[in-house]
């Protein structure tokens, strides 16, 4: 069973970065994608970006393209989610996931294992 651990939330202004890290343990780490999906209050969780196995392919929700950059780095056994030119509207608590096959997920099913959050706020 695989455990994953979010770190590197917070509080930022309107147009500031945050990396977000989610180490990951429990499972062969590089045999599977991972994706970031994101919470705001009152709202459904949601996808966010994704990456394969290899990190050699990527995908985001239009929402974020070209702001934000999702990594791995399987000797640390860690996905990384870059988030620059943040706006409010990225205000949530973002979860990191570990997906069931190989290959990009983007819907919630596709995942098995799930963090427990960590609060970004992006203040205006």
């Known amino acids: 069973q695989v455990q994953l651990v979010e770190s590197g939330g917070g509080l930022v202004q309107a147009g500031g970065s945050l990396r977000l890290s989610c180490a990951a343990s429990?499972?062969?780490?590089?045999?599977?994608?991972m994706g970031w999906f994101r919470q705001a209050p009152g709202k459904e969780r949601q996808f966010v970006a994704t990456?394969?196995?290899?990190?050699?392919?990527?995908y985001y929700t239009d929402s974020v393209k070209g702001r934000f950059t999702i990594s791995r780095d399987n000797a640390k056994n860690t996905v990384y989610l870059q988030m620059n030119s943040l706006k409010p509207e990225d205000t949530a608590v973002y979860y990191c996931?570990?997906?069931?096959?190989?290959?990009?997920?983007?819907?919630?099913?596709?995942?098995?294992?799930w963090g427990q959050g960590t609060q970004v706020t992006v203040s205006s």
């Open positions: 990456i394969t196995w290899s990190g050699g392919r990527t």
């Open positions: 429990g499972r062969t780490f590089n045999r599977y994608a």
């Open positions: 996931a570990s997906a069931r096959t190989p290959t990009n997920v983007i819907m919630r099913g596709g995942y098995d294992a």
